[in-house]
């Protein structure tokens, strides 16, 4: 049984929270803002590659710039178990988004060196690039490349709001390695995240095993109407495109509110009008749609409805643009089972949830087994906010969970 210094990784992760913080006015709290291959992100890759180097791990880059940080095991040949996360943020984050999973990581290796112990398989920690999405627009990338869901020359051309394109702005950080990004499938993976909901807390439990992660849906629309004067302009003679995508925003929320897409969740998260003065009738409105649903025919029914809905509205076109789209994964039964007996084991106790959440994880169930443990929220599980926080005793409970689960993977 391996122990975890629980000081050390709470250390480390309030130290890896410095990279990126600010003040948050809506909340008076110091948030975290580390949106991927930003100057923030850059600098918390260095002080994780550090810490990696000082736990003996045999560091690569790949080609997108994510992080494996290799412990060798008794017999290098065999495929090794991989654990990690990622350290990009949001840009409203707390300090335990992906960091639980990557330092989490970082701390089954320091704990084992403590231990002087040495698994039959390797060990690989790995960071993922941009998993949040928000800055260049489709989430979990790095995990899906290096998967192979998606291709290198499609991350690389994605840019983000200054039209910066990711290739270059992975050049300019010093991070884009030349280990290729297609990853040998592993003999397992397995990811420690904070749950984000509220139901760990809800239900009593410190520690969950995830068994699967819900669908998503992202997609950016524009609507088109006609840039008019706000004061001589008649009602009837407008086509407002402000006007439209407010009634989007409603129309989503009613899509909710009706059940017929069972456990829908629906988030307008940008919305811009153009060109965004008083006296002008907005002739553009951009908004970004993220649809959840844990039930993919659902989710299909939703879309429709909602393209049905665009299609309908009084502007003059609508443009889409599909940023990302995921459908649910279920996580591998054996894996999920070997996370319950090990907390067993510990006298941890466990519940099995679904995510809410996207996670790297599913990614990775396309060519390993793959499943996740999750550590309790507090204040109903707040995430994308600063106010996310974890204890430091279920963060310890989690990683313990981790450490172990790694290690009875890693000596089969
Ligand atoms: O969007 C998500 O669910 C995750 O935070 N990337
Ligand atoms: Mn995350
Ligand atoms: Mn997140």
Redesign the pocket.
């Known amino acids: 049984m391996i122990t975890i210094d629980s000081q050390r990784l709470w250390h480390s992760l309030m130290e890896l929270a410095e990279l990126g913080a600010y003040d948050d006015t809506a909340t008076g709290l110091v948030g975290v803002n580390r949106q991927s291959l930003t100057d923030a992100d850059a600098a918390g890759r260095r002080l994780l590659i550090g810490w990696m180097r000082d736990a003996g791990l045999d560091v690569t880059v790949d080609e997108l710039g994510n992080i494996f940080g290799l412990r060798e095991g008794l017999e290098p040949a065999l495929a090794p178990v991989v654990i990690g996360s990622?350290i990009d943020?949001?840009a409203t984050?707390g300090a335990f988004?992906?960091c639980l999973g990557v330092l989490g990581g970082l701390e089954v290796v320091r704990s084992l060196n403590d231990a002087d112990a040495r698994t039959r398989r390797p060990l690989v920690v790995a960071a993922w690039t941009e998993?949040?999405g928000i800055r260049f627009g489709t989430d979990m990338l790095g995990s899906a490349v290096a998967a192979g869901r998606l291709t290198l020359e499609y991350a690389y051309d994605l840019v983000d709001a200054d039209g910066l394109r990711l290739g270059d702005e992975l050049v300019r950080i010093g991070f884009k390695g030349d280990r290729p990004v297609r990853l040998d499938p592993p003999y397992a993976y397995v990811e420690c995240h904070i749950e984000?909901g509220p139901v760990l807390a809800g239900q009593g439990f410190a520690v969950g095993v995830v068994t699967g992660v819900q669908s998503i849906s992202w997609q950016h629309v524009t609507l088109h109407g006609r840039a008019a004067h706000a004061g001589t302009t008649p009602t009837e003679l407008r086509v407002d495109a402000g006007l439209a995508a407010a009634q989007v925003v409603v129309h989503l929320r009613e899509m909710v509110a009706s059940g017929k897409y069972g456990q829908l969740r629906a988030t307008v998260g940008r919305l811009q009008t153009f060109p965004g003065v008083p006296s002008v009738v907005p002739d553009r409105a951009e908004l970004t749609v993220d649809l959840r649903n844990p039930d993919d025919a659902l989710m299909a029914a939703a879309e429709a409805d909602l393209a049905a809905y665009l299609e309908a509205l009084p502007v003059l076109r609508v443009d889409t643009r599909r940023m990302a789209r995921t459908t649910m994964v279920p996580f591998d039964p054996k894996i999920q089972e070997a996370i319950a007996t090990t907390a067993d084991e510990l006298g941890i106790p466990t519940m099995r949830l679904m995510s809410g959440?996207?996670h790297d994880a599913q990614e990775l169930a396309a060519i390993t087994p793959t499943a996740m443990v999750f550590v309790r929220g507090q204040y109903d599980g707040i995430?994308?906010n600063p106010r996310e926080y974890s204890t430091p005793e279920d963060c310890a409970a989690g990683v313990t969970v981790l450490a172990n689960t790694a290690v009875r993977l890693a000596s089969s």
Do not use: F, I
């Open positions: 990622h943020s949001v984050a988004d992906g998993e949040e984000q959440a996207g995430s994308h």
